[in-house]
């Protein structure tokens, strides 16, 4: 067995973040991940990253932006580090090696994103987190980082109320192989492949959140999940929000900018939420172009176009067929983020000893019931330094606790079932099944009856998952096997997600239910925590949302 100080699953930005900070002074700490660490979804990452950097901005200003666009669900003291930490952050990427484009002066400009009231998202063409993600690997190389990639992670080792390891599979190998740790960090990204048109790469299933469950880790705030207004029709790929930044409309079937009718002031650039269900209320009522949306960016110019948003132009040429240059591209609302997570205090901290979380596999919360675009990246850098730093004290004057080795034999045992099975279901169709229902039932517009039909399909692929075979029994890189687990992490996080939607009644940000349309603070101005009981059913109970400042107000851009 493996022993290393501290194990960071997730080589993303906020594992990476974290890495940087636990090996520059020196600490034991190693990276697992089930990709090598520059394919991880971060490098997806287009539009840009928030901070107030201009005179006549102030992080006070990006405080209340985000506290609104959460609905109010937000803890705002985590909010007020998030954005008073902001700039300090991305300086010190930039002092890591990390290029942004800059503005006449030299500075680092900045270009407009949704739902806020100054110009702050830091860019790098529309490529911010591939120039991130590459920027920060080289500086855990720098460290010499032991990383063990393609390796997926099963299990997290609890003992006596303390996490003391992870159990891991090598897909290279087919072997499985416990580490012991002093302290765990799961930055393990996000579940956008619960949905069919979402953003996310396919290696998003949420398998921290997942484990975390079953290991008896609380999860918060599920039922809130981010669509996207600007995904591509055929395919979900992601048209950033950079480029409404940069002036994008949005057109309907009669050529009108509609979003005037639901945001008068911000038009384009209101809350994600309300373009997200803008655009879903125009195709619904016979206003869309071919079950989609068109964003027009030609008034930009060929020049601005191939300066500013080269990936977009590439992305719809070579995926929709459409040319911005010359056509508008044709898009709808997609699955794209997971506000909710296992919840976190502001050093990372969870609710087990020795057990923390960073990124988008966390729930702080500083996102609430609507994340704004460029703070997902902000929240990865700022809360995975911050972890850093918390476990670098924490396991200072502690020892080993015990790894619970029955763990690797459980996982090995599951694997083994799967390799052996004479079922006759295909995780794929499966996977297929599910996504499509929780997009057409828990999706942008939601209601009882809806989502109980989901809960209901939940029930029956869970039964059906007993009967998955495999095409490939083979041990050597067996990726069969691994979607096959992955399928079981979707399948759990979809029933958490549909149960927590189900029990809040009322409309908050990215949920909005037709039969509550209402924000109700009065009963829900709260949290929900999701747990797995003894006979594995999901409980709930609930954790207050802490106002430092700002008082719920009406909401409108
Ligand atoms: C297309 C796209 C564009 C985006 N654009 C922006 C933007 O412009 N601005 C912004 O603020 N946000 C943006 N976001 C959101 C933001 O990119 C992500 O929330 C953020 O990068 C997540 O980083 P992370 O480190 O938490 O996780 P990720 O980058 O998703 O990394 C997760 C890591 O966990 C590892 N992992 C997962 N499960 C396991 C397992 N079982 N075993 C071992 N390893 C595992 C993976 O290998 C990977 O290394 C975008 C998202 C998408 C999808």
Redesign the pocket.
Same mark, same amino acid.
């Given at each position: 067995m493996l022993k290393h100080d501290v194990v960071i699953?997730? +080589?993303? @930005? +906020?594992?990476l973040r974290a890495c940087v900070e636990l090996r520059k002074n020196g600490i034991d700490a190693i990276i697992?991940?089930?990709?090598y660490?520059t394919r =991880?979804? =971060?490098g +997806?990452?287009?539009?840009?990253?928030n901070a107030a950097f201009d005179k006549d901005d102030s992080w006070e200003s990006h405080f209340f932006d985000t506290v609104k666009g959460s609905d109010y669900l937000g803890d705002q003291d985590a909010i007020e580090i998030l954005t008073s930490e902001a700039p300090a952050n991305i300086l010190d990427l930039q002092k890591m090696g990390v290029i942004f484009n800059r503005n006449d002066e030299g500075g680092i400009a900045q270009r407009p994103f949704g739902g806020q009231s100054f110009p702050r998202s830091c860019y790098y063409a529309d490529a911010?987190?591939h120039m991130m993600l590459h920027g920060l690997f080289d500086n855990v190389l720098k460290y010499k980082t032991k990383i063990l990639y393609e390796?997926?992670?099963t299990g997290l080792s609890v003992n006596n109320g303390r996490v003391t390891g992870v159990v891991t599979y090598d897909i290279k190998t087919g072997k499985f192989e416990g580490i012991a740790a002093k302290a765990v960090l799961f +930055?393990?990204?996000?579940y956008?492949q619960v949905y069919s048109s979402n *953003?996310?790469a396919l290696?998003?299933t949420g398998?921290?959140m997942a484990v975390a469950l079953r290991a008896g880790v609380p999860l918060m705030d599920m039922e809130f999940v981010q669509f996207h207004p600007t995904t591509l029709k055929s395919t979900g790929i @992601?048209v *950033?929000e950079g480029a409404r930044g940069e002036g994008a409309y949005l057109l309907n079937s009669l050529g009108v900018r509609f979003m005037s009718k639901y945001a008068p002031k911000a038009m384009e650039l209101a809350s994600r939420d309300i373009v997200a269900r803008a655009e879903q209320t125009e195709i619904n009522e016979g206003r869309g172009v071919d079950g989609a949306i068109l964003l027009d960016v030609r008034h930009l110019g060929k020049e601005r176009i191939m300066e500013r948003l080269p990936q977009i132009l590439q992305l719809s040429i070579d995926f929709e067929g459409v040319n911005p240059i010359y056509e508008p591209i044709p898009i709808r609302p997609g699955a794209?983020?997971s506000m909710g997570g296992i919840k976190t205090d502001n050093d990372g901290k969870t609710l087990v000893e020795g057990f923390y979380s960073a990124?988008? =596999?966390a729930c702080v919360s500083v996102h609430g019931a609507n994340r704004l675009?460029?703070? =997902? @990246?902000?929240d *990865?850098v700022v809360f995975g330094r911050r972890a850093g730093i918390s476990i670098a004290k924490y396991i200072k004057d502690i020892d080993y606790g015990d790894f619970d080795g029955s763990l690797v034999k459980r996982d090995e045992e599951i694997f083994e079932r799967l390799r052996n099975s004479k079922g006759n279901e295909r995780h794929g169709l499966l996977k297929t099944e599910l996504q499509e229902d929780m997009r057409k039932n828990v999706g942008v517009f939601r209601e009882r009856s809806l989502m109980e039909n989901a809960i209901k399909k939940i029930e029956e692929l869970k039964e059906r998952s007993k009967n998955i075979a495999l095409d490939d029994k083979s041990k050597l890189f067996n990726t069969d096997i691994i979607e096959a687990f992955e399928f079981n992490n979707i399948l759990l996080i979809a029933e958490v997600i549909a149960r927590g939607a189900v029990l809040r009644k009322e409309s908050r940000g990215a949920h909005y239910r037709n039969d509550f349309p209402e924000r109700d603070d009065e009963n829900w101005l709260k949290h929900t925590l999701a747990r797995l009981n003894g006979k594995g059913k999901v409980e709930f109970n609930f954790t207050p949302v802490k106002i430092t400042k700002f008082k719920p107000q009406p909401r409108t851009y």
């Open positions: 699953v997730g +080589a993303g @930005l +906020a594992g697992v991940s089930k990709v660490p =991880s979804h =971060s +997806a990452a287009q539009g840009g990253v911010v987190g390796y997926f992670v +930055a393990t990204g996000g956008g *953003t996310n290696i998003n398998d921290g @992601l *950033t794209h983020y990124g988008e =596999s675009g460029g703070n =997902s @990246l902000l *990865t």
